[in-house]
Protein backbone atom coordinates (compact mmCIF):
# COMPACT_ATOMS: atom_id res chain seq x y z
CA UNK A 1 0.00 0.00 0.00
CA UNK A 2 2.72 2.48 1.23
CA UNK A 3 5.10 0.94 -0.98
CA UNK A 4 2.93 1.29 -4.56
CA UNK A 5 2.24 5.27 -2.72
CA UNK A 6 5.95 5.73 -2.91
CA UNK A 7 6.39 4.03 -6.39
CA UNK A 8 3.31 6.03 -7.88
CA UNK A 9 4.93 9.53 -6.13
CA UNK A 10 8.09 8.76 -7.73
CA UNK A 11 6.63 8.19 -11.19
CA UNK A 12 5.13 11.71 -11.10
CA UNK A 13 8.07 13.25 -9.34
CA UNK A 14 10.15 11.99 -12.84
CA UNK A 15 7.49 12.61 -15.26
CA UNK A 16 7.42 16.26 -14.05
CA UNK A 17 10.55 16.67 -13.59
CA UNK A 18 12.67 15.04 -15.95
CA UNK A 19 14.18 16.97 -18.71
CA UNK A 20 16.94 15.71 -20.98
CA UNK A 21 19.69 13.38 -19.94
CA UNK A 22 21.97 16.43 -19.68
CA UNK A 23 24.22 16.48 -16.89
CA UNK A 24 23.61 20.04 -16.56
CA UNK A 25 19.48 19.59 -15.91
CA UNK A 26 18.29 21.43 -12.85
CA UNK A 27 16.45 19.74 -10.55
CA UNK A 28 14.18 21.48 -7.97
CA UNK A 29 12.14 19.96 -5.00
CA UNK A 30 8.52 21.26 -5.18
CA UNK A 31 7.43 19.04 -2.21
CA UNK A 32 8.00 16.05 -0.57
CA UNK A 33 5.59 15.48 2.58
CA UNK A 34 4.06 12.77 4.38
CA UNK A 35 0.44 14.78 5.21
CA UNK A 36 -1.81 17.10 3.57
CA UNK A 37 -1.76 21.19 4.41
CA UNK A 38 -3.88 20.27 7.07
CA UNK A 39 -1.30 17.88 9.05
CA UNK A 40 -3.69 14.93 7.87
CA UNK A 41 -0.89 11.89 7.36
CA UNK A 42 -1.11 9.63 4.50
CA UNK A 43 -0.70 6.77 6.54
CA UNK A 44 -3.95 4.93 6.41
CA UNK A 45 -3.95 4.99 2.10
CA UNK A 46 -4.47 1.58 0.75
CA UNK A 47 -4.54 1.80 -2.85
CA UNK A 48 -4.73 -1.96 -5.01
CA UNK A 49 -5.89 -0.75 -8.35
CA UNK A 50 -3.44 2.73 -8.34
CA UNK A 51 -4.85 5.36 -10.63
CA UNK A 52 -3.16 8.14 -11.64
CA UNK A 53 -4.92 11.65 -13.65
CA UNK A 54 -3.47 14.77 -13.94
CA UNK A 55 -5.27 17.80 -14.90
CA UNK A 56 -5.35 21.51 -15.85
CA UNK A 57 -7.49 23.59 -13.98
CA UNK A 58 -7.96 27.19 -14.72
CA UNK A 59 -10.09 29.66 -12.43
CA UNK A 60 -11.07 33.19 -13.48
CA UNK A 61 -10.39 36.33 -11.82
CA UNK A 62 -13.02 36.14 -8.94
CA UNK A 63 -14.43 32.42 -9.58
CA UNK A 64 -14.37 30.06 -7.01
CA UNK A 65 -14.91 26.32 -7.35
CA UNK A 66 -17.82 24.63 -5.96
CA UNK A 67 -17.71 23.44 -2.39
CA UNK A 68 -16.35 19.87 -2.86
CA UNK A 69 -14.22 17.13 -1.38
CA UNK A 70 -11.65 14.06 -2.64
CA UNK A 71 -11.29 10.71 -1.24
CA UNK A 72 -8.17 10.20 -2.79
CA UNK A 73 -4.10 11.78 -2.75
CA UNK A 74 -4.01 15.10 -4.91
CA UNK A 75 -1.07 17.38 -5.64
CA UNK A 76 -1.91 20.44 -6.96
CA UNK A 77 1.08 22.69 -8.72
CA UNK A 78 -0.27 26.71 -8.83
CA UNK A 79 2.00 27.40 -12.65
CA UNK A 80 -0.01 30.96 -12.36
CA UNK A 81 -2.14 33.20 -10.09
CA UNK A 82 -2.77 32.95 -6.61
CA UNK A 83 -5.01 30.28 -5.32
CA UNK A 84 -7.24 30.82 -1.84
CA UNK A 85 -8.27 27.69 -0.59
CA UNK A 86 -11.17 27.56 2.32
CA UNK A 87 -12.40 24.74 4.40
CA UNK A 88 -16.15 24.33 5.34
CA UNK A 89 -14.73 25.10 8.79
CA UNK A 90 -13.36 28.47 7.26
CA UNK A 91 -9.46 27.26 7.43
CA UNK A 92 -7.85 28.64 4.70
CA UNK A 93 -4.91 28.97 3.08
CA UNK A 94 -3.62 30.38 0.24
CA UNK A 95 -0.70 29.16 -2.67
CA UNK A 96 1.19 31.36 -5.06
CA UNK A 97 2.54 30.70 -8.26
CA UNK A 98 5.56 28.20 -8.30
CA UNK A 99 3.90 26.41 -4.93
CA UNK A 100 2.45 22.85 -4.19
CA UNK A 101 -0.89 22.42 -2.59
CA UNK A 102 -1.22 18.73 -0.94
CA UNK A 103 -4.70 18.83 -0.88
CA UNK A 104 -6.95 17.96 2.11
CA UNK A 105 -8.56 14.58 1.89
CA UNK A 106 -12.64 14.12 3.06
CA UNK A 107 -13.08 17.29 4.06
CA UNK A 108 -15.40 19.50 1.99
CA UNK A 109 -13.42 22.93 0.98
CA UNK A 110 -13.43 25.19 -2.42
CA UNK A 111 -10.71 27.19 -4.43
CA UNK A 112 -11.71 30.47 -4.90
CA UNK A 113 -9.26 33.31 -6.99
CA UNK A 114 -9.18 36.38 -4.99
CA UNK A 115 -5.89 37.30 -7.37
CA UNK A 116 -6.20 40.29 -10.31
CA UNK A 117 -4.96 37.64 -13.15
CA UNK A 118 -5.77 33.88 -13.83
CA UNK A 119 -4.85 31.34 -11.56
CA UNK A 120 -3.82 28.08 -13.77
CA UNK A 121 -3.39 24.41 -11.53
CA UNK A 122 -1.85 21.39 -12.67
CA UNK A 123 -3.12 19.09 -10.72
CA UNK A 124 -1.97 15.26 -9.71
CA UNK A 125 -4.69 13.13 -8.21
CA UNK A 126 -3.85 9.45 -7.14
CA UNK A 127 -6.35 7.00 -6.05
CA UNK A 128 -8.14 3.67 -6.48
CA UNK A 129 -9.48 3.23 -10.13
CA UNK A 130 -12.62 4.65 -10.37
CA UNK A 131 -12.35 6.94 -7.71
CA UNK A 132 -14.38 9.99 -8.40
CA UNK A 133 -11.65 12.98 -8.27
CA UNK A 134 -14.23 15.16 -6.60
CA UNK A 135 -17.30 14.65 -5.00
CA UNK A 136 -19.78 18.36 -4.97
CA UNK A 137 -21.39 19.05 -1.89
CA UNK A 138 -25.07 18.83 -2.26
CA UNK A 139 -26.76 20.93 -1.16
Known sequence: MIKNFK????????????TNCIQSAEKTTLLKTTSTW??????????????VTVLQINIGV????????????????VKKGVLT???EENQQIT???????????GKYHYGKNLGSE?????????GEKGTPLSVNKKL
Open 7 to 18: NITLVLILMLFF
Open 38 to 51: DNAKYEKLKIKKPE
Open 62 to 77: GEALPMHKHDLVNIAY
Open 85 to 87: VIT
Open 95 to 105: VKEGECLPEII
Open 118 to 126: PVELIVFYI
